[in-house]
């Protein structure tokens, strides 16, 4: 059965929604009129879209704030790769396809997660998963540049932030 907007993870979500719609709006208190009908819309919807299989999973705290700063240092080396190879199209581009094998991430969320983050890195985006196989399929549009490390050191992040495996040591 479907959560109820009062539930600990209705309440966990209208928190969420919240601090979001606080952050988006810069602490504009005169945008709120139109939060206060629209954050527990969204919290409801996101209960009711949730699968009723049990398929829940865990953050881990530390695993997160030790994510952050990861997350945004390759969301920025994306970010300026691109703009980089839009402003000089003398860099090298040697598109291909890629297949690489999950080593730790379970099915699911975790595993969909690490695909979403895998496409903000320089040159990388998912194209596809196979869930059964552990299989993502990625283009790269520099083959000479792909690294699978970075793509191992961002499946053990993801995992400890998921609390889906014990990340390795370093």
Known sequence: MMQTLFSTRGLARLALFAGLWWLLASGNLTSLVIGLLVIPLAAYCSLAIEPETGSGFRISLIGAVRF???????????????????????MPIQPALVSYRLQQLPPGAARRFFLNVVSLMPGSLAIELDDAAAVASLHTLNRAGFSVAELRECERRVGALFCDTEAPAQ
Do not use: E, M
């Not at 700063?69 to 199209?89: E, H, M, N, V």
């Open 68 to 90: 952050v700063p990861y997350f945004i240092y390759q969301s920025t080396r994306g970010g300026w790769d691109t703009a980089k190879r839009a402003f000089l199209p003398s």
